[in-house]
Antibody, heavy 123, light 112 residues
Framework: QVQLQESGPGLVTPSQTLSLTCTVSGGSVSGGRCFWHWIRQPAGKRLEWIGRAYTGGTIEYNPSLKSRVAISVDTSKNQFSLILSSVTAADTAMYYC???????????????WGHGTMVTVSS | DIEMTQSPLSLPVTPGEPASLSCRSSQSLLNRNGNNNLDWYVQRPGQSPQLLIYLASNRASGVPDRFSGTGSGTDFTLKISRVEAEDVGVYYCMHTRHTPFAFGPGTKVDIK
């Protein structure tokens, strides 16, 4: 069973770059048909899909963030990462990584979630 | 982009009673295979979201059969046949018809 764990700084200065990592255990970030996602949730607001990486190499982003976001996969560390540049207070949120693999990847967006990591943008 | 709405936003329920949650999309979620690309998730207090229903009506592994999903096109419903105390949380629908995926605002279910 795949498990995910987010990590990164809890506090980021406005205009700087946010960098988060999701470590995958119980599975391979490069194995099979898998999608690796980032989702965020500002306090009291709805969940927002940020983007996803596919094991075949395709990466897709939410157009609302596309100019500032990058998702990458590091097969040597079995991790995938999120980079968000030029952050503002509006980027303060709980950030989740999530995934779906195998047969479920044809029918659902994600069936495994990390616990989430809180990121605050403040000076 | 497809927009998602849900109603009600808050739903006080009595244990043992049924509950019905509604979700609507701004465009049809019916794909060429005849399936609807609509997932339901529940976020229990202090936890990450958990997949409940996929393709509008299929229970995810381990989900009790008191949960059922119905609907097609733009109108969908999640029903809980008999609410239990552990069902409190926020229920989100999310479309997966195409990217960008989008969530509804959520329905907060709590016990009366």
């Amino acid at each position: 069973q795949v498990q995910l764990q987010e990590s990164g700084p809890g506090l980021v200065t406005p205009s700087q770059t946010l960098s988060l990592t999701c470590t995958v255990s119980g599975g391979s970030v490069s194995g099979g048909r898998c999608f690796w996602h980032w989702i965020r949730q500002p306090a009291g607001k709805r969940l927002e899909w940020i983007g996803r990486a596919y094991t075949g190499g395709t990466i897709e982003y939410n157009p609302s963030l596309k100019s500032r976001v990058a998702i990458s996969v590091d097969t040597s560390k079995n991790q995938f990462s999120l980079i968000l540049s030029s952050v503002t207070a509006a980027d303060t949120a709980m950030y989740y990584c999530a995934s779906v693999c195998g047969e479920m990847s044809y029918v659902a967006a994600f069936d495994v979630w990390g616990h989430g990591t809180m990121v605050t943008v403040s000076s | 982009d497809i927009e998602m709405t849900q109603s009600p936003l808050s739903l006080p329920v009595t244990p043992g009673e049924p509950a019905s949650l509604s979700c609507r999309s701004s465009q049809s979620l019916l794909n060429r295979n005849g399936n609807n690309n609509l997932d339901w998730y529940v976020q229990r207090p202090g936890q990450s979201p958990q997949l409940l229903i996929y393709l509008a009506s299929n229970r995810a592994s381990g989900v009790p059969d008191r949960f059922s999903g119905t609907g097609s096109g733009t109108d969908f419903t999640l029903k809980i046949s008999r609410v239990e105390a552990e069902d409190v949380g926020v229920y989100y629908c999310m479309h997966t018809r195409h990217t960008p995926f989008a969530f509804g605002p959520g329905t907060k279910v709590d016990i009366k």
